[in-house]
DNA sequence: ATTTTCTTGTGAAGCATTTCACATATTTGA
DNA sequence: TCAAATATGTGAAATGCTTCACAAGAAAAT
């Protein structure tokens, strides 16, 4: 035959990407404790997970593993880090400096992760200007011309809903292809674009559900 | 037989709570811009899911559309908000009055949505006392004593991930039976307690993950 | 009244994810 | 050196979740 089918990218789900994002944490406590190993079963155990589960999860990836041994902490710590791709510094821009927004800026955790916000934008003249931890914000009405994909990567959005479509709008314009969403509302992005959003309303009714029901969900993620 | 098992209790997955979530916002902008009634398609197109997918997580908890017609906007929200338990209010204690502490009690929508802050604790002694919103926040030390389980239902925890678990398991001593964490660390809490994580840090990875793999999950929450 | 159109509600099929179970590799202890 | 213990990596089975597809009910059109 002519053409067999492409050899597809091997697609991972969201709740392995986000499990990696745990043992990541993990590992990294683990080092501090000054284990040298880990196995699966006890990699599992911090993180209520399956020993299966987690030997799966990383055997999309390969294999780093010694068998009657477990695996080594740091460096499984350091490939998870590369295959999450947080083994190198991200450029954030944040747009709205309100409640949340100014949370963000202030979090150190952040950027000793590599995510470092070095753009703020607002449209609130009492902000524009004003200085948060060393950045100044910006005209929202320049956000066309100072978000530069090529020196942004990522932005976390955290306007009022109302705003939010027409904001991110021209963030997709710009060429940003990955968006943290604080706004509750759901956003249309082009296919190529990252969006995430962050709802803190939903887990508040998912335990309000819970309560209610006294409910255990079928799987917990 | 002297005992079938007992008519277990239906389990509803957790993503069908959070698409609950998602068609009870729907289903309030939609009664706002005036509509009488939606199709499950209808309502699909507004949260990109299937209209499928919309019927059957209907189905696990009634009947609730007109064939031919659809359902009923405001009718169905009143009955999501049943089901989500949201159609009453709830007493809500924040422990950990920081920049995210601050941000949640500023935040008017959670009081619109029946979530009521009406208890803060810190242990800072500059924060003791202090009125945030009209509410005076508490020590911690008295958290044992003040925190009533027929007063509190919930609890927020915005503290340092360091102190996280003692904080909780003095929460679940005074009996709490839900809590939504921030703190990036896996707490361990009794099986009848509900516990949710809200971890900032894991979205930013999983946008991080997707521009360095280009990749689109199999499937999409 | 009757037909056509629309749309629900739901088993069943299809697909995705988790768990099982074991061959295999390595370490540990005797 | 060898046996026992440990623990990975992975097909296959089991479970869970989504989508299909259609009978049936209701509305709208004729
Ligand atoms: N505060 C919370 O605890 C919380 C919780 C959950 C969700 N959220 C959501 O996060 C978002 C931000 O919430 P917040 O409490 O920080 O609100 P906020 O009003 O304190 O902050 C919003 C910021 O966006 C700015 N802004 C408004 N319009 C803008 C525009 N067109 N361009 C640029 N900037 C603009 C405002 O000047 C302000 O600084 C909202 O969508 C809110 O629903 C907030
Ligand atoms: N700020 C953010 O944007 C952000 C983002 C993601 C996660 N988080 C997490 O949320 C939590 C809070 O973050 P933050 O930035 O608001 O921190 P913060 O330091 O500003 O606030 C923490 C608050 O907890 C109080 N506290 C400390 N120990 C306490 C104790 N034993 N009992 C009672 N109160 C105590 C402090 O006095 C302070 O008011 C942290 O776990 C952090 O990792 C924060």
Redesign the interface.
Known sequence: MASDSLPE?K????ST??R???Y???LTVLEKEGFETVSSKGLAK???LTPAQVRKDLSFFGSFGTRGLGYPVVELRDKISQ????DRS?R?ALVGIG??G???V??K??QK?G?QIVKLFDNDQRKIGSNHKGIVVSDIKNLANELEPDNI??VVLAVPATVAQYIVDDIVKAGI????NFA???LKVP?DV?L?N????????????????????????
Chains 1, 2 share one sequence.
């Open positions: 990218k697609r991972i789900s969201e990407i986000h990696l994002s745990l990541y944490r993990a911090r993180e209520k295959i999450l791709g947080i991200w954030v409640n949340i100014s949370a963000l202030s979090y955790e952040f992760q995510f990567e990522m292809k990955a968006i943290l509750p509302v759901n296919d990252f995430r962050e709802n803190m309303s939903m887990e508040l009714e998912y335990l309000s559900f819970a309560l209610v029901n006294d409910h255990i969900p079928k799987r917990v993620r």
